[in-house]
């Protein structure tokens, strides 16, 4: 692909993605501030699921309250006892993002009442299923309340509420859901559904909104390891919607539920029920959907990856040779889809007797799938009675066992998967965004730790949609000149794990994959913003 080049600038220059100078690296005070969910169980470096957010907001309440004080030392001692609080909480460190909390954007409604010594606030977190929550709360509790001053603190916990990073490109149904995980091995019989029930379970009991679609309509498993009180699904007449049905709190969607039992239909006719149960169903508010992916890697596999953007994928396999070559080819798919697979479930791999520890067939298929692929993490689950007599019963074992061996197991996996999902949310909501005091478009793709600017306009003259080139002739219709100089973008939204969505002033949406911006020429020499003059 020939590439067009803006012309050079005092500022600016361009740089060939083929050549490799290192470029400045912008560090402006008033920098974006990172809001992320702080879970993890080990120091591992995570980045997680972000927004932007401008400093500003966090003092809000705070700055109101000062705004308000009449001029003079009234003023001042407030202003002093915001930055005592706020530089007080900044003690507590993100374990995982190796931020404190206030540049994080965990602060909110800051309330101070200095005569009384009251002070108030909320640490919001993007998700209510952080595992140190707690610890949060009792660290901000006790280094706020050691300020001399401070004779009471008043912490309150929230979460977002849950939403898509994509919310607007989603059917109705899906635009309150904040992470989509697929459950997937491609080889049938080795417990993919086990695993997607207990997960859910394992989330919810971490106090998580969940929901689990049951995506296997011609042998689906789901009406068989639940037992909810209502067994069939429900239309609203009015809206045309489906209302799932729930068990212990977690709602569920299942062809088994739609009172036809096992589907006899072929392949186009099957995408087509899955599409309709997925996307038309009021799934309300939750902050992880668990899709039960059926078996294998064609067309409706496919479709799935294609109607709803997964979040992550949990690959469930067995230890033998024969199960490691279908998983590899569905870690594939999962690949060329840009879905990240964020952990390996090795399912009967052993059992304890007489002391001893036995693996009857074989080791590492998930040691295999770790290394060649580079998925980070993995679990493994022994052969227990227990835990194939729950599927049969109806109720999961992480909810008829909680504190047992295989409870703990799934426990980790729901830690790894709220990280993880985390990290990635995190990534693609600031993979690419406009910084307006450079007036360049900086990109930083996903599990890459390279970030470069881009000129506005060079992007939108690198469009190689329909509207930008002839797709019969390869002629460029968008003319060098068609483009003005200081173009700036309005809007810029991600699409997926792949690309985003460019919104320019005439109106045009250009989708710009993030290999394709990597073939752009870079700007380089980027000025340093000037501290703002008070």
């Not at 490799?20 to 699921?49: F, G, M, T």
């Not at 792949?498 to 000025?527: C, H, K, N």
Request: proline share 7%; aromatic share 6%; net charge negative.
């Amino acid at each position: 692909m020939q590439l067009l080049h803006a012309p050079s600038s005092p500022y600016l220059s361009l740089l060939s993605s083929k050549s490799q100078p290192k470029a400045v690296r912008p560090s402006p005070e008033n920098c974006l501030l990172l809001s992320a969910i702080n879970c993890s169980v080990q120091p591992r470096r995570l980045e997680r699921s972000v927004w932007v957010l401008d400093k500003r907001s966090i003092l809000s309440s705070a700055t109101t309250k000062a705004a308000s004080v009449e001029a003079g030392t009234s003023a001042i001692s407030i202003g002093t006892a915001e930055s005592d609080v706020l530089k007080a909480l900044s003690q507590i460190i993100d374990p995982d993002f190796g931020t404190d909390i206030v540049s994080c954007g965990f602060v909110k409604d800051l309330h101070i009442n200095e005569a009384l010594g009251e002070v108030s606030f909320r640490l919001e977190l993007t998700t209510p299923a952080c595992p140190i929550k707690d610890m949060f709360e009792q660290k901000a509790n006790e280094v706020v309340a050691m300020l001399p001053w401070v004779k009471s603190v008043n912490v309150t916990m929230s979460a977002q509420p849950a939403q898509p990073i994509f919310a607007g490109q989603l059917p109705v149904g899906l635009q309150k859901i904040s992470n989509i995980v697929a459950v997937s091995s491609c080889k049938g019989g080795v417990g993919k559904s086990t695993v997607a029930v207990n997960l859910a379970y394992t989330l919810a009991g971490m106090g998580a909104r969940v929901g689990i679609f049951d995506a296997d309509v011609y042998g689906p498993s789901l009406p068989t390891m639940v037992s909810p009180e209502n067994r069939l699904l429900v239309m609203n007449p009015e809206k045309k919607t489906i209302m799932p049905t729930e068990y212990l709190g977690v709602k569920m969607v299942s062809f088994g539920f739609a009172g036809q039992g096992r589907a006899i239909m072929r392949g186009p006719m099957v995408s087509g029920v899955i599409d309709q149960l997925l996307t038309t169903t009021e799934w309300g508010e939750l902050d992880y959907l668990v899709i039960d992916m059926p078996p294998g890697t064609g067309d409706i596999q496919l479709t799935l990856c294609q109607i709803v953007p997964l979040t992550a994928a949990v690959i469930v396999t067995t230890p033998q040779k024969l199960a490691f070559i279908d998983v590899a080819k569905g870690v594939r798919m999962f690949s060329k889809l840009k879905v990240p697979c964020v952990a390996v479930v090795e399912n009967m791999c052993h059992f304890d007797a007489d002391g001893k520890r036995y693996y009857p067939f074989g080791r590492g298929s998930g040691s295999q799938v770790i290394q060649q692929f580079g998925i980070p993490h993995l679990f493994d689950l022994p052969i227990r009675p227990t835990l194939s007599a729950s599927g049969d019963s109806g109720m999961p074992e992480v909810v008829a066992d909680p504190q047992g061996e295989v409870a703990n197991t799934f426990q980790n996996l729901g830690v790894c998967v709220v990280q993880q999902c985390a990290k990635i949310r995190q990534q693609v909501s600031t993979a690419v965004t406009y910084d307006k005091s450079f007036k360049a478009i900086r990109v930083k793709v996903p599990d890459s730790d390279e970030e470069f600017y881009l000129h506005p306009a060079t992007v939108r003259r690198n469009d190689r949609s329909a509207q930008s080139v002839d797709e019969w002739t390869g002629e460029q219709k968008l003319q060098y000149t068609d483009v003005p100089e200081d173009i700036e973008p309005e809007e810029i939204r991600p699409m997926g794990n792949y690309a985003v969505s460019i919104t320019w002033p005439d109106g045009f949406s250009q989708i710009a994959p993030y290999d394709q911006l990597q073939m752009i020429e870079r700007l380089v020499d980027v000025p340093q913003p000037t501290p703002a003059q008070t």
